[in-house]
């Protein structure tokens, strides 16, 4: 069973900074692509990054570029998002989620079958 735990998220001032983490079990970390994509309250799923481990490519969507980098360490099956220079408009619930790499390539990062239960990222203007 694939299981996603995130952590990292919290309260901060726009400007600020923040990193989530996601630690996956249930999974061969490196045959898979991990990502996050976010929920805002009364609007729908946002993709925002991913990473393939197998060939360590990324992705970014277009509102993330420049400010949130993802990583991964997989002696630690764990999946980073450093997020800099935060909005308002990035708070959100923000999800972990995994996928092989078939899986990548027909499904963007918000239907993805396996994801974390989500953390909390809010900024403040």
């Known amino acids: 069973e694939v299981q996603l735990v995130e952590s990292g998220g919290g309260l901060v001032q726009a400007g600020g900074s923040l990193r989530l983490s996601c630690v996956a079990s249930?999974?061969?970390?490196?045959?898979?692509?991990l990502g996050w994509f976010r929920q805002a309250p009364g609007k729908g799923r946002q993709g925002l990054s991913l990473?393939?481990?197998?060939?360590?490519?990324?992705y970014y969507a277009d509102s993330t570029k420049g400010r949130f980098t993802i990583s991964s360490d997989s002696a630690k099956h764990t999946v980073y998002l450093q997020m800099n220079g935060l909005l308002p408009e990035d708070t959100a619930v923000y999800y972990c989620?995994?996928?092989?790499?078939?899986?990548?390539?027909?499904?963007?990062?918000?239907?993805?079958?396996?994801r974390g239960q989500g953390t909390q990222v809010t900024v403040s203007s």
């Open positions: 990473r393939c481990n197998s060939d360590g490519s990324t």
């Open positions: 249930g999974i061969t970390f490196d045959d898979y692509c």
């Open positions: 989620a995994a996928a092989t790499f078939e899986v990548r390539k027909e499904i963007p990062i918000e239907g993805w079958p396996s």
